[in-house]
């Protein structure tokens, strides 16, 4: 009992009031903090802490960095890390006050034998900075308020017995809400304040469940749809080779929100059942692409088709566009995915398994392909790296990536 938070528990209750200790400081209950160590008779931070703490506030370096030699690290070339970043912050303030000469020291004593490559020419350089305002924005560095976070920096090298991380009970907090985000089977994306004060769980009752609303407008099966980035419109390709884009209206009515969608466009003179399209990134396009050899470019607003591309491959599986609205991807050979500016000029080509769909980063370095071949292949847009595979045990007939570029989801077969 006497080494438990209670007598159901299975935390240290050390451990919990240590945490509930440093959350009543970061709070600004500082008088409820000291109150809370006299009555549970414990230290939640020790002596030698303290006086490392007061060290580097007031900017006291040989002192902190006789008090950080003495800490227990995680590893070793984590006390090496933590000796670093003192000299650091060191350096750095010497250069904020214009004290070139004794920076120029520190630097070349005490941090050039420690530091890694790149760190010790990004420092040096910042002896060239003749204003404050630049030398923060090249180091990536605020004086107010580094020295707490070089103490907070400090603190995730160190073993938590000694010094707790910063913010634990928020990153605890954190990471039970993500779990039970990812265990909600009807979860709206859209909710943005979770409760702490109760288990998170949608109800199904969120899910749309009734139609509002039937789109009559082709004369044939309906085999692709897509909305535009802004959601105003919603383009929909067919088996009758055309394409309607459709208008949708939400009413601003907040207890009696109706839904119109009208059909403002029809593209016509495509040639071959369309089986695919692709918004531009300003929603002013659409390519578009199906069972012939052919992929189309169109002026949405004006109904017109602005120029067409070909392929070697009879039925053309997918497009799509750069991020920037540059370009577009298209299999244009079997082996072979080419890069195109809207002109209709090759930029640059992929030796590659057939594909059966493709996607682009959102910062449009990466190029993920789903290949006929059971594989997932990633190019790279930019430079010359070699391609990476993932291998899968069953069909991939399409492919999706997270809007953090992160993670792919698959369709297997």
């Given at each position: ?25 970061d ?19 020790s002596?030698?802490?303290q006086?490392?703490?007061t ?21 070793e ?44 020419c ?39 017995s ?14 039970a809400?993500?779990h ?6 009807y ?33 044939d ?32 009515e ?60 009879k ?43 493709f ?19 990633i ?25 953090d ?9």
């Amino acid at each position: 009992m006497d080494g438990e938070a209670g007598s159901s528990s299975r935390f240290s209750r050390e451990e919990v009031l240590r945490i509930i200790h440093q959350s009543l400081v970061d709070l600004g209950l500082p008088n409820t903090s000291k109150l809370l160590e006299q009555e549970a008779k414990i230290t939640f931070e020790s002596a030698h802490v303290q006086e490392l703490r007061t060290a580097i506030f007031a900017s006291q370096w040989h002192e902190a960095l006789q008090l950080a030699q003495k800490l227990s690290y995680k590893s070793e070339s984590m006390k090496s890390r933590a000796l670093f970043l003192i000299y650091r912050q060191q350096y750095l303030e010497l250069l904020f006050e214009k004290r070139e000469e004794e920076a120029l020291y520190v630097l070349q004593s005490y941090i050039s034998p420690i530091a890694l490559t790149p760190d010790l020419c990004s420092l040096t350089s910042l002896i060239l900075c003749t204003e404050t305002e630049d030398l923060e924005t090249e180091a990536q560095w605020s004086f107010q308020g580094s020295k707490q976070k070089l103490f907070d920096e400090i603190s995730v090298l160190v073993v938590p017995s000694q010094i707790l991380p910063a913010k634990r009970l928020e990153s605890l907090l954190s990471h039970a809400v993500s779990h039970q985000l990812s265990q909600c089977i009807y979860h709206n994306s859209q909710l943005t304040n979770i409760s702490l004060l109760e288990d998170h769980i949608c109800s199904k009752d969120g899910l749309p469940l009734t139609t509002d609303c039937i789109l009559e407008g082709h004369q044939d099966e309906v085999w692709f749809i897509q909305f535009s980035h802004n959601g105003r419109f919603l383009a929909s390709a067919s088996k009758d080779e055309t394409v309607v884009i459709w208008s949708i209206h939400i009413s601003d009515e907040p207890d009696n929100q109706t839904l119109t969608v009208t059909k403002v466009q029809t593209l016509r003179g495509h040639g071959a059942p369309l089986s695919y399209l692709a918004w531009s990134p300003d929603d002013r396009h659409i390519l578009t692409c199906g069972t012939n050899s052919q992929v189309k470019l169109w002026d949405v607003e004006r109904g017109i088709c602005e120029n067409t591309y070909f392929s070697k491959l009879k039925e053309i599986p997918a497009v799509c566009w750069l991020p920037d609205g540059s370009g577009f991807i298209l299999p244009a050979e079997e082996q072979q995915i080419y890069l195109y500016n809207t002109r209709g000029v090759v930029l640059k080509k992929w030796t590659s398994s057939r594909a059966n769909d493709f996607v682009i980063s959102s910062d449009g370095k990466k190029l993920i392909v789903a290949c006929q071949e059971k594989k997932i292949v990633i190019h790279c847009l930019e430079g010359h790296q070699p391609s990476q595979t993932i291998q899968e045990i069953e069909n991939i007939t399409s492919i999706a990536l997270s809007s953090d570029n992160r993670y792919v989801a698959v369709n297997l077969t």
